[in-house]
């Protein structure tokens, strides 16, 4: 992500006001027929059986999960998945779903009524900073999930505030601190973003 904030013209500064915790909470299913992996943290985080067969979401998620058998979907997002799901398993199966306890539910809203069971386990949580940081002197604060942006909208003042998915410039927007704009969250949308705003 920093590449590609700097190859759009901006430097990029970390400012972290949320951090990921583990749930600590054991597989709700004893033998999946495979666990399917939304991010890298739930990757680091989650309590994984041994030998099973991940689905990543991404490559970043599949190097996360090293020392497990892995399969990656085409396109680093959930419908990416959901086609991974129904081409690796075409009659339907029992999987885990690890992800974090704030997700947009698209996988379990897309198997509804088919023949693939998910059983979602919230591997991790995101949990505010407190206190909340002290914000240094930057331009533009870019919240990548809704929780950041309902920190970080109280916290923003006279900066940019730009949002990682529509989630995300919802929470903005919820919170009494409209974004200034959003992107899809990937990176060239991002870039076009932070161009547009140069």
Avoid: N
Avoid at 78 to 84: K, N, T
Avoid at 90 to 96: A, D, H, K, M
């Amino acid at each position: 992500m920093s590449r590609a904030v700097q190859a759009a013209g901006w430097e990029p500064v970390p400012f972290h006001a949320t951090r990921m915790e583990a749930t600590g909470t054991p597989p709700p299913l004893a033998r999946p027929d495979a666990v399917i992996v939304l991010s890298p943290t739930a990757a680091r985080l989650a309590l994984l059986p041994a030998g099973v067969l991940c689905l990543a979401q991404g490559a970043a998620t599949a190097r996360a999960l090293e020392g497990h058998p892995v399969v990656t979907s085409a396109v680093p997002q959930a419908e990416g998945l959901f086609q991974l799901l129904k081409e690796r398993f075409p009659s339907g199966g029992r999987f885990l779903l690890a992800r974090a306890e704030r997700s947009r539910e698209y996988l379990e809203d897309a198997v509804k009524g088919t023949h693939w069971v998910l059983e979602p386990w919230i591997t991790h949580a995101e949990r505010p900073l407190e206190p909340a940081p002290e914000v240094p002197e930057l331009d533009a604060l870019l919240a990548l999930s809704p929780l950041q942006a309902e920190v970080l909208g109280p916290l923003s003042g006279e900066r940019l505030r730009l949002a990682w998915g529509e989630r995300t410039h919802q929470a903005f927007a919820q919170v009494g601190y409209p974004s200034h704009g959003w992107c899809e969250p990937q990176f060239p949308a991002l870039q076009r973003l932070l161009l547009s705003r140069g």
